[in-house]
């Protein structure tokens, strides 16, 4: 990796100023995709500025009908949560199946949901679950928080500090994993919040690891609502690559949905 | 850069650049060597050391971020002697040619640490950060399985 400087934030305050001085420096969180990043020279940032041990990044709280989770929280103190087992279990669950337990140790929310990896879990989770993706100087809806491969709707000096998602009555989620890289093939977030005057009778399902990038399933939902059969997925911008053809892939997230609803 | 941290229980510094990674301070600057790389792409977990009790992989952490954390090598493991979980890969012949298993050892320990009596499903998915080209895990599981029981006995 080619040479840069370090420096530890000691709040978001200064993390924020220092992106804005420097265009090239980069926020470390977890460090799980950054680093490999610039182990394979892909990118070179001037700086790397790092949050990952600011505490008021950091915690699972609930806040009402809202469970917080700090951008810095790492995956596996987010799977062990006992009250969020209870109360979204949908999400531990997922944080318990990225990657590897050495990955989970050390990968943040924050970091997943600001790199948007077309087939990374948290997005999914951030979708289904109507998150707001807070920043040190907004707060934005995931439904227009992902815009596609790598792309969001943060601003190059932006941070993200905390997500929070709304409780559902109920969610569960299903992954077919990657059987290398352990990223989803295909990976379907499913939630139900009370019907009344909620889009597809308070249904969300959100896909990952099939398209362009994360997106909601609304046929899949509006199903679900009428106890219908779900259509088959349709995706122009599906991914079709070496480890599975685009048809596969939406026929594996239909298969992700009916696993995710039996274990709601 | 300078850094303190805490190596197997004595606390050490170093200078070093920072794009340093971790692993390379260990094996180079302490001369650690049991911490393999093995891909250097944090897919086979040779590497894994304990960071403030935490088994990571030390070729995707940089050195700095470790200033001021406890860290463990498996030089560092057995207080006296060896560790339980090293004595159970060496009972259940655990390894054939050996270059994975500082990491699988560190993987284990961290593993039973969070689950003291894992199925043998759950050490399949504790050590899946971890792999082995020449054992085909057979043993593996069977090492941590006797770890399992040797630590419950020595708790009890």
Not at chain 1, 73 to 102: F, K, M, N, S, Y
Not at chain 1, 151 to 178: M, S
Not at chain 2, 41 to 47: E, F, L, R, V, Y
Request: charged fraction near 15%; proline fraction near 5%.
């Amino acid at each position: 990796m080619y040479a840069f400087n370090y420096q530890r934030a000691e709040s978001v305050g200064s993390a924020a100023a220092a992106l804005s001085a420097d265009a090239s420096a980069k926020v470390l969180s977890g460090g799980m995709t950054l680093l490999p990043s610039m182990k394979h020279r892909l990118i070179a940032p001037s700086a790397l500025i790092d949050l990952a041990r600011l505490p008021e990044l950091i915690g699972v709280r609930e806040e009402g009908p809202h469970w917080w989770v700090g951008a810095a929280t790492r995956h596996q103190e987010v799977a062990a949560h006992a009250g969020l087992q209870q109360a979204i279990p949908g999400l531990a669950d997922l944080a318990g199946l990225i990657g590897d337990p050495q990955v989970r140790a050390r990968g943040t929310l924050g970091g997943s949901l600001a790199n948007n990896d077309p087939s990374a879990d948290y997005p999914a989770a951030a979708l289904a679950l109507r998150a707001r993706i807070l920043t040190e100087r907004r707060d934005i809806a995931a439904d227009d928080f992902f815009l596609g491969m790598f792309a969001t709707a943060l601003q190059p000096d932006e941070i993200i500090t905390g997500v929070r998602f709304c409780t559902p009555v109920r969610c569960a989620y299903a992954k077919f994993k990657h059987p290398a890289s352990g990223y989803a093939m295909a990976g379907v977030f499913v939630a139900q919040y009370p019907a009344a005057g909620a889009e597809h009778g308070g249904w969300r399902v959100a896909v990952t690891g099939v398209a362009n990038g994360v997106f909601l399933w609304h046929e899949a939902a509006q199903a679900l609502a009428q106890q219908s059969p779900t259509p088959p997925l349709l995706r122009d911008d599906a991914i079709d690559d070496v480890h599975a053809p685009a048809a596969y892939r939406c026929h594996l997230a239909l298969q992700m949905l009916n696993q995710a609803c039996q274990a709601l | 850069m300078k850094l303190n941290l805490t190596l197997n229980g004595t606390a050490r510094s170093a200078d070093v650049p920072e794009r340093t990674l971790l692993a390379d301070l260990l094996r180079d600057t302490f001369g650690m060597t049991g911490t393999h790389v093995g891909c250097d792409t944090s897919q086979c977990g040779c590497c894994t050391v304990h960071v403030d009790g935490m088994a990571v992989k030390s070729c995707t952490m940089l050195a700095v971020q470790a200033d001021g954390c406890s860290v463990t090598t498996i030089e560092g493991l057995g207080a006296d002697g060896l560790h339980p979980v090293q004595v159970a890969f060496s009972q259940c012949h655990g390894l054939q040619c050996g270059f994975c298993t500082p990491g699988m050892v560190m993987a284990s320990v961290d593993l039973l640490r969070r689950n003291p009596q894992p199925t043998p499903a759950e050490i399949a998915e504790g050590l899946a950060g971890n792999l082995c080209r020449c054992t085909g895990y057979v043993n593996i599981i069977r090492a941590v399985q006797q770890a399992s029981e040797i630590l419950q006995k020595e708790a009890s």
